[in-house]
Nanobody
Framework: QVQLVESGGGLVQAGGSLRLSCAASGRTLSNQAMGWFRQAPGKEREFVAAISSNAGTIYYADSVKGRFAISRDNVKNTVYLQMNSLRPEDTANYYC?????????????????WGKGTLVTVSS
């Protein structure tokens, strides 16, 4: 049974930074893409970032390009999301995901595992 556990969420002022982590347990996910999604209150879940198994390919949503950076450590079975220049509209529950390909993950397809989420709140 694979589990994804997110951490690092919290309350931050606009312009601040947070670093989210997602640790996988149960088996190694080094051969799978990993990514982040978010869901704001009253809105649908949306894609944020994805990284291929060897970290050679990375995708970002247009809304976070230049501000967020995804990375992974396959030894630690962990994926990270560094979030800088945060805005109130970044407020959401952030979910970790693991699946086959980073490209399909951008469409929320081919996802095998989801975490339970961590809340990020950005105050103005």
């Amino acid at each position: 049974q694979v589990q994804l556990v997110e951490s690092g969420g919290g309350l931050v002022q606009a312009g601040g930074s947070l670093r989210l982590s997602c640790a996988a347990s149960g088996r190694t996910l080094s051969n799978q893409a990993m990514g982040w999604f978010r869901q704001a209150p009253g809105k649908e879940r949306e894609f944020v970032a994805a990284i291929s198994s060897n970290a050679g390919t990375i995708y970002y949503a247009d809304s976070v390009k230049g501000r967020f950076a995804i990375s992974r450590d396959n030894v630690k079975n962990t994926v990270y999301l560094q979030m800088n220049s945060l805005r109130p509209e970044d407020t959401a529950n952030y979910y970790c995901a693991a699946g086959g390909l980073a490209a399909t993950m951008t469409k929320a397809r081919g996802i095998d595992y989801w975490g339970k989420g961590t809340l990020v709140t950005v105050s103005s």
